[in-house]
């Protein structure tokens, strides 16, 4: 969800006016990804990285996830979503770390939408928890830790039990991953788009759809029959 700052900046308003806009699409992109029939969305709201942005601008994002956990979590149970926060969990303030487990736990049941929001979330820091894990696993079981899996690995990500994403989505024109994913985006497709993330709704979703729907997926292997132009 990138060019919040940059959409506030051309607006001549301080970086977290943006941010704010910034909820505004994430609350249409939500319904529009149920509308489009979507069953996982992952937004990645803060990063482990963030941390080291001006401490007002800290302040002003954590409290926007707060706010967005505190007055959205209703609705979005209504609808059936199923709400689960990657990232990692330790040093985040008591009052979060609540709201956190409460989205959880009211949403688990909900089976329409699964929304992952990605917060305090590294790709590398997660994969580094999840080697720690498989580490201290195969230690306490005496373990060989050649037979370490690629499978066993997912699950010991955050997405555990989900499936990887088939489309990576980044806004604002930048051309890179941050971070993101970098497991299960393998062989995931990458689609930038032009627009700032406060500008992003259905129509800018469903022109990522229809790019992704041009694209021929081959996880290393050769086109299916279907695919190949004659
Ligand atoms: C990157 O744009 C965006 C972020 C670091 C924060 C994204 C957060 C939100 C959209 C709001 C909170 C989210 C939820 C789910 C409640 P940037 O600020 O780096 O933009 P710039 O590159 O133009 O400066």
């Given at each position: 969800m990138d060019g919040n700052g940059r959409w506030a900046a051309a607006r001549g308003r301080p970086r977290g006016f943006g941010h704010k806009a910034g909820v505004e699409a994430v609350r249409k992109t939500v319904r529009a990804a149920g509308e489009l029939g979507i069953r996982h969305l992952t937004l990645y709201a803060f990063s482990s990285e963030n941390w080291s942005r001006p401490p007002s601008e800290v302040r002003d994002l954590l409290g926007l996830m707060r706010l967005f956990i505190t007055r959205d979590l209703a609705e979005l149970c209504a609808n059936g979503v199923c709400i689960r926060i990657l990232g990692?969990?330790?040093?985040?303030s008591p009052d979060i770390l609540g709201l956190i487990e409460t989205a959880e736990t009211k949403s688990?049941?909900?089976?329409a939408l699964n929304l992952n929001i990605a917060f305090n979330y590294g790709g590398r820091d997660e994969i580094c928890r999840a080697f720690a894990v498989l580490a201290a696993r195969y230690a306490a079981e005496g373990r060989?830790?050649?037979?370490?899996?690629e499978v066993e690995i997912s699950e010991a990500l955050?997405?555990?039990g989900q499936p990887d994403p088939d489309l990576v989505i980044r806004t604002s024109g930048e051309i890179r991953l941050s971070n993101f994913m970098l497991w299960q985006a393998a062989y995931s497709e990458f689609v930038f788009l032009p627009c700032m993330w406060p500008d992003f709704d259905r129509s800018w979703l469903q022109k990522a759809l229809d790019e992704y729907s041009s694209r021929s997926r081959r996880y290393g292997g050769v086109p299916a029959a279907k695919d190949v132009a004659l």
């Open positions: 990692n969990r330790e040093g985040l688990r049941h909900n089976t060989d830790p050649n037979d370490i899996s955050d997405t555990a």
